[in-house]
Every structure is written in structure tokens, then in C-alpha cells.
């Protein structure tokens, strides 16, 4: 591959101004290569940056590295297989990505989802995003040097985890949910372990929060670094808690409110100057307000179905399917492909872990989909990277990537 | 605001370049010729409050008349009233070209680097214009429909089930 070292037409471009540079002052401008392959990046990114000592003057960032096409490949799969196409995106919150698909496709086909499975999808996608931020938030301070902290929590991840393979059987790409519902209920298994997780996890995460949120080493990181206005971020497509930091309370939660979410009491935090110490914070007590969805979830949860009466769209039981005729007919006609769905175009757009998480679904009316596009937050907010970095120190440029919370998955898509 | 009152705006501004509009799944849509695409974003944007640019992307239609054949969609999002609608820009088969909206919106700017780097779509006037999911070297547009996906019975890891030579890359 050409462009392990700086492309060249970056290479190019910065060359004249290190030319020009040398003959002005004599001083010497250097390109630094901050990735693909870096520990502080936290996946596979390329920044090419050119550096005055310590200060970065200008930055380019090459992605696509972990290109895979799945706008290509969903085009030629049937609806139901794209799900395992959604979860490699941010796969750190694979299941807002699961059920957002799962909401895009019940939109075209018009199907009701219980509210049980409504309510089930909320804590799910609830421990999502607390496992979401958990990482971003952990490894920020140990970007900042704090290690404690990332392992005070990082076990809560796990317990996530757990709770999904209790549902599901996978733990990073979950797979979940079917049209119309769940695929099957939580086990008292699952809720056993979801509640032990629910009455554990404050006393660590007020731990963590006492341990890194005062630091004095964490603030002098964090304060100032990397701040942007409003009105820049909104003109950036920001979404989600980096626009939230910058003290907008855009959440699609509240604006466009999917899978019951207007059952539930919660606030959206807000920051103030959008800089590295407002993400982190906003992403901390965010962290709080999904707890307190689940636990309402928990306690408000009804009984009945897990999913919609929909035999077309949802698998019937595998015994069914050897017993009964009619069972056996959807199976087939599942499976094969035979069920006409409608013709349009849909948008519907789920509060991933990074923002505004959109699935643009045309529909010809064949099994697979006409065209699939995916609004990744990541992709769309990423591109502000170089202006936030621009005149600070190389040491920042770590921390405000932390911050930002780039998943390379979703980034490439 | 309704859709219905949007709609009559548009109309008194563009006339016949605002067109086919329609209501799916709760989201207006409309068309909007190709060579008001910026005209009616400004308009989106500074009249009528449409402040974020959710998102862009392209759709290939290689059965429909050389005119239509790309197209251009926007999806956008007036946050105050809480509207979202979307539109598309047809562009001729051959020549795709349309102007860059990325002097009104900054997120513009890769989401229509994407499109250029699927489809082919040329934004005049885009400050940076390159591929950036895929490789300079590509020569093909991977999402245009013609394009083949990589042979699911394929036995080897020949370099041509992937759809890279012998035409898809430059040899230097």
C-alpha cells in the first residue's frame, strides 16, 4: 500500500509551505505521521500532520481504511441479513445500531412493536450507550496518563456484555432483534444479572468519577482543549454528545421519539464551551440518565408479547416449522424471499452512541434493498477533527480524538 | 410550519424547478432541478430554517432516461419547528455534475467526497474533491449499479473476483 507514509498529494502541498517557511525565518517545519497503525488512535486513522516544533500548523486526515462497503453489500443481501452488517458499524453500541435498522424497516412496513418489546429495545439500547461512553470516557483518562480509572470500570463493560449474551449469545456483534420484536425474551438469567448490574454500578462509577472528573492532572488536559462554538458545530452536522458539549440539547431521544422513549423522565446534559472537559462531563451524566431509563424501564416493564404479529416478516419457532403447515409456509417464504414489501423511501434516524445514527432505506419492492445509505455520526463530525487541532500542541490532538469518540468502524462503514 | 406552507413557498420562489412533491412515511419530499440544487438550499437555510443538513448521498438509476440517471439526495432538518424534508437533484448519466453545497453547510464537504468517490458525481466548485473511503488509485465508482459485487462461489483470492484489474486501477 502507497500511503502507509503521507499520500502524496499531502506531502506535496506541505512541501511548499515548508519551503517557503525555511526562506522566511530559517526555522524548519517537520510532517508527522500520527497513525494508521498508532496506540493513541484508538483504530485505524491517519492524520498527516504538519508540525512547528510542537504546535500543529495544519492537518489533513486519509480514512477508509477499514472501508468494507456495506452500502455495496446490503444493496445485494435481504433485509433481514443486513442486521449483522449494522452491528460492525459502531461496535461499541452495536444494539442502537440493530434495533435502528430493525426501526427502519417496521417503518416501511408499518408494523406495531409491543410494548414490552419496546420497553426491553429502551434498556438494551440504554446499556448500549452506557458501555459506549464507559470506553470513551475511561480511555480518555488514560490518555491523560490515569489508568486506574479505565480499570475500576472496564468490568461493567463486561457485565454489559454478559447481559446481551444472555439475550442473544454474541457480545460485541449482537445480532438482536427481528422485525416486529426480540428474537426472544431476557432470561431470569439475564434479568438476574441486569439487576445485580443495576444496584453495582453507581458505587463504581461514582468511584470512577471521584478518582478522574478533579483531577488536577485531568482538568489542565482537558479545560480548553479542543473547544468549538455552536453555531460551527451544528454547520459541522454534529450530533449527539459533542454537540450537546457545545451546548445544544439536540437529542433525537426528545426530538423524534422512537421505541416508547416519551414514557420516560430524563434530562439531557449540557455543556457549555464544547471543549474536551464539557464532552466528558456530558457524556458522564448522560451515563447517569441512562440508568435512570433503565430503571424505570425495569420497574414500568409490562408483561405480553416480545414481538408484532407479523408471520410474514418474524421467523416462527423451529418446532413449529416441522408440525404445522402454515408455520412452514412463512418459514419458506421468509427465507426464500417471497414476501412483497412496500415500494418508498424511508428516513429514520435512532440517538446512536455518537449521535444522530440514520438509515436512508429506498425500497424498490424486491427483497433487498434498492438503495441503503447510513448517516454515521462519526463520518460526518470527523471532518471537523482538523480545524479543532489546528494551532495546539501535538498532545492535545491525542486528547481531543479521545474525546470526540471516532469509532473507525462506523467512520468507514 | 406545514408541509403544506413550505411547500408554497418553494413554489412562489422556484416555480417549475420545484417539483413531484410527495409525503413518505411522515417526511416530505420533493425534486429540485439540477441547476437550483444551492439556490434552494440557500433559500432552505436562510428563509425558512431549515439550519442542519442531516445528510447527503447519491442513488444511481441506470434504467431511467440519460437525464435522471444519478441523483443527488438531501436530507434536511429545520430543528426550531421540528420539519425534516428531503430532495433530489436528477443529473444527466453521462456527465454527473452538480454544485457543491458545501459553501453552505461544512459538513457538506465529505459526505460529498463520498458521493463523488460511489458514484462519480462531480461537485463543482468542492474546495477538495478526492475519493476518501477508497483507494487514489481506484478508477471505477463502486456503487454504480454495473459495478459487480465480489463473486460469492469464488474458489481463490484472484485479484479480479474483487473487481481491481484489469480496468479498475491505474498500473503506475
Known amino acids: 500500500m502507497s500511503n502507509i507514509i503521507a499520500p502524496i498529494s499531502i506531502q506535496d502541498k506541505y512541501a511548499d509551505m515548508i519551503r517557503q517557511r525555511e526562506n522566511e525565518d530559517g526555522s524548519e517545519l517537520s510532517i508527522l505521521n500520527l497513525g494508521p497503525t498508532h496506540p493513541a488512535t484508538h483504530g485505524i486513522f491517519q492524520n498527516v500532520l504538519l508540525m512547528d516544533g510542537e504546535r500543529i500548523l495544519d492537518a489533513e486526515q486519509t480514512v477508509g481504511y477499514i472501508h468494507r462497503a456495506f452500502e455495496k453489500i446490503a444493496e445485494n443481501r435481504p433485509f433481514y441479513q443486513i442486521n449483522v452488517l449494522t452491528d460492525r458499524m459502531n461496535y461499541c453500541s452495536s444494539p442502537i445500531n440493530n434495533f435502528g435498522w430493525w426501526m427502519t424497516l417496521e417503518k416501511l412496513l408499518s408494523v406495531e412493536v409491543p410494548k414490552r418489546a419496546q420497553y426491553l429495545r429502551v434498556i438494551l439500547m440504554e446499556l448500549a450507550r452506557i458501555s459506549d461512553h464507559l470506553i470513551c470516557n475511561s480511555i480518555l483518562a488514560v490518555d491523560t496518563g490515569a489508568f486506574t480509572g479505565f480499570l475500576y470500570v472496564m468490568q461493567y463493560r463486561e457485565r454489559i456484555y454478559e447481559i446481551y449474551e444472555e439475550l442473544c449469545g454474541a457480545r460485541l456483534t449482537t445480532n438482536m432483534g427481528r422485525i416486529g420484536g426480540l428474537e426472544r425474551d431476557l432470561s431470569d438469567t439475564g434479568f438476574r444479572k441486569l439487576r445485580a448490574f443495576m444496584k453495582d454500578f453507581p458505587v463504581a462509577f461514582k468511584e470512577f468519577e471521584a478518582l478522574v472528573s478533579r483531577n488536577r492532572i485531568f482538568m489542565d488536559r482537558c479545560v480548553n482543549v479542543g473547544g468549538i462554538s455552536a453555531d460551527k458545530a451544528i454547520s459541522y452536522g454534529f450530533t449527539g454528545p459533542n454537540l450537546r458539549a457545545a451546548g445544544v440539547d439536540y437529542d433525537i431521544r426528545i426530538v423524534n421519539p422512537y421505541s416508547s422513549y416519551e414514557d420516560f423522565q430524563f434530562d439531557i446534559p449540557v455543556g457549555k464551551s464544547g471543549d474536551t472537559y464539557d464532552r466528558y462531563c456530558v457524556r458522564n451524566e448522560e451515563i447517569w440518565q441512562s440508568y435512570r431509563i433503565i430503571q424505570q424501564a425495569l420497574d414500568k416493564l409490562p408483561d405480553g408479547p416480545i414481538h408484532a404479529d407479523v408471520p410474514e416478516f418474524y421467523l416462527p419457532p423451529k418446532e413449529q416449522v416441522y408440525t404445522s403447515m402454515e408455520a412452514l409456509i412463512y418459514h419458506f417464504k421468509i427465507v426464500m424471499g417471497e414476501i412483497p414489501v412496500p415500494k418508498g423511501e424511508v428516513y429514520h434516524c435512532v440517538e446512536g452512541g455518537n449521535g444522530e445514527l440514520g438509515f436512508y432505506l429506498v425500497s424498490d419492492g424486491s427483497r433487498v434493498p434498492y438503495r441503503l445509505h447510513f448517516r454515521r455520526p462519526c463520518f460526518i463530525y470527523y471532518q471537523a477533527f482538523t480545524d479543532m487541532i489546528k494551532g495546539g500542541l501535538l498532545s492535545d490532538a491525542i486528547v481531543i480524538m479521545s474525546s470526540l469518540n471516532v469509532i473507525a468502524g462506523e467512520l468507514d462503514a | ?172
Not at chain 2, 430543528?79 to 455534475?97: A, D, M, Q, Y
Not at chain 2, 458525481?121 to 456503487?143: A, Y
Request: include cysteine; hydrophobic fraction near 35%; charged fraction near 30%.
Open chain 2, 1 to 172: 410550519m406545514t408541509n403544506e406552507q413550505i411547500q408554497e413557498q418553494l413554489l412562489a420562489k422556484f416555480g417549475d424547478n420545484i417539483s413531484a412533491f410527495k409525503d413518505e412515511f411522515g417526511m416530505m419530499s420533493f425534486e429540485v432541478s439540477r441547476d437550483f440544487n444551492t439556490e434552494a438550499l440557500h433559500f432552505l437555510r436562510d428563509e425558512l430554517g431549515f439550519n442542519f443538513l442531516t445528510d447527503v448521498c447519491g442513488i444511481h438509476y441506470p434504467d431511467m432516461e440519460t437525464e435522471r440517471q444519478f441523483a443527488v439526495v438531501y436530507h434536511l432538518h429545520n430543528w426550531v419547528e421540528n420539519v425534516r424534508i428531503r430532495f433530489k437533484s436528477f443529473l444527466n448519466g453521462e456527465n454527473p455534475e452538480i454544485e457543491t453545497a458545501s459553501k453552505l453547510y461544512l459538513s457538506a464537504n465529505w459526505q460529498e467526497r463520498e458521493t463523488y468517490d460511489f458514484y462519480g458525481i462531480v461537485f463543482t466548485g468542492h474546495p477538495d474533491l478526492k475519493r476518501i473511503l477508497n483507494m487514489d488509485e481506484m478508477v471505477s465508482f463502486p456503487l454504480r449499479k454495473e459495478f459487480p459485487l465480489e463473486d460469492g462461489s469464488r474458489t481463490d483470492k484472484d485479484d479480479r473476483y474483487f473487481g481491481r484489474i484489469p480496468v479498475n486501477a491505474n498500473s503506475n
